[in-house]
């Protein structure tokens, strides 16, 4: 069986997109903008020579479109321009040149402007049934806007774990009274009543970055609390004493979501993000690997086998590792190809990988991370495309029958995120 074959079998699956960035009060592009000056573009951009802050500048749409134009030649081969050559042209029907861009960012605004292009485009064109959206407020004002599209979901990222991102679980904490706790038990009630009531709002799963350098410390409650003094008063702590307090905090959250909702947690990457914010430009990330946060991150896994962990890394040199700790633990499965794994020579290999080593209930495939829902389209394409290729293969290579690959996709575009998710 050919990939278009197998292709059009896939679009008849329904599909959840567990992890993207589009805002239920504005899902679509504006304009043209929104679909070229993309951060991921913008920094391929910025690689072959271009001007760092040039697109996030006060320049008019046609400047920057003309010095976008300029280096076209340059990335024309990405993967990622592959994606908004896929939207212009599917979604508008036009190429992107320089003699109908104009035309194309009245039919982009058009789009825009209608309430129903959402729904549109994700539901009936892309087969999408629910798609959760990153938000760091659950509110009952927030709650509202998300009732305007049934088919978009809460999902919280409001905090992660580790010494680099202290500062954006601290914050998360503090937030709600202005200020920190005075001391550590009314700090781990606080965050526990946080994650109950957010939970009660509705939301079914909370989004953390993994810092590369977190090391789980179960410390005796006395230090703990004399680290948390520390850290309130302002005295510089080491990564020891910030990694004691993360692995507290790590485990008081974990300890109030057994049962209740998912971990979806992000690893391998790092970015303008919590105690890093000083360190990199807009879109500006980089793949970070410690192998030595395998074994903390297992001991996680394995102390609270009654939490779902569903996760993503952007890192393929962790794959092997992570592939067989779900293949090992029934709490753990792996979530799509995040960031620098977006690209097919990976995301072909990861499917491949996960195929041959996983049950077919332990992986979801879309996590798209797209920030509007026209690059959703773009994303989504990219990897439905990805994997008719890799269970082609398999099915002309007799590893899979044409019943055996269309099982395996229900599964991982629609029932496994159904299940994990309880959607």
């Known amino acids: 069986m050919d990939s278009e074959s197998l292709s059009e079998e896939l679009d008849r699956i329904p599909i959840i997109d567990v992890h ?26 910025v690689s072959a020579g271009g001007d760092d802050g040039f697109f996030s500048s006060q320049a008019p749409i046609n400047e920057k479109v003309a010095y976008y134009l300029r280096y076209v030649p340059l990335i024309e081969n990405t993967a990622t321009y592959w994606c908004q050559r896929k939207i212009l042209k599917d979604l508008y029907g036009f190429d992107f040149s320089d003699k109908n861009w104009e035309i194309l960012n009245k039919k982009i605004a058009m789009a825009g402007d209608d309430p129903s292009w959402p729904e549109k485009l994700l539901v009936k064109n892309l087969n999408v049934k629910s798609c959760l959206c990153c938000t760091s407020d659950a509110t009952e004002r927030k709650r509202e806007t998300f009732s305007k599209y049934s088919f978009l979901l809460p999902h919280l990222e409001s905090f992660s774990f580790g010494p680099n991102y202290l500062e954006s679980l601290m914050a998360f904490i503090g937030a709600e009274h202005g200020a920190y706790p005075e001391n550590l038990d009314s700090a781990l009630e606080s965050f526990t009543e946080l994650i109950v009531k957010n939970i009660r709002m509705g939301i079914r799963s909370f989004g953390s970055a993994i810092d590369e350098n977190l090391d789980i410390m179960l410390s005796e409650d006395a230090e703990v609390r004399r680290i948390y003094r520390d850290y309130v008063s302002g005295k510089e702590l080491s990564q020891r004493e910030r990694n004691a307090l993360s692995t507290r905090f790590l485990y008081q959250f974990l300890q109030t979501i057994e049962d209740r909702a998912v971990a979806q947690w992000y690893l391998g990457a790092a970015w303008k993000f919590g105690g890093r914010k000083g360190e990199f430009g807009y879109g500006e990330s980089y793949v970070y690997v410690n192998h030595k946060l395998i074994p903390s991150i297992l001991k996680v896994f394995k102390d609270f086998p009654n939490v779902k962990f569903n996760v993503m890394y952007c890192a393929e040199a962790l794959s092997q590792q992570l592939t067989i700790i779900a293949r090992m633990l029934p709490n753990v499965t792996l979530l799509a190809f995040w960031w620098h794994n977006l690209f097919p020579t990976y995301i072909e290999k990861l499917i491949s990988e996960r195929v041959e080593a996983l049950p077919a209930n332990k992986w979801i495939l879309v996590a798209t991370d797209a920030y509007n829902c026209e690059w959703s389209y773009g994303k989504l394409s990219l990897v439905k495309k990805c994997l008719a290729k890799v269970l082609a293969r398999k099915i002309d290579e007799g590893y899979l029958t044409v019943d055996n690959a269309i099982s395996l996709a229900w599964r991982i575009l629609y029932t496994n995120p159904c299940e994990i998710y309880k959607i």
């Open 20 to 45: 993207s960035h589009i805002d239920p009060e504005r899902p679509q592009a504006k304009n043209i903008g929104d679909i070229l000056f993309y951060h991921f573009l913008q920094r391929e951009i």
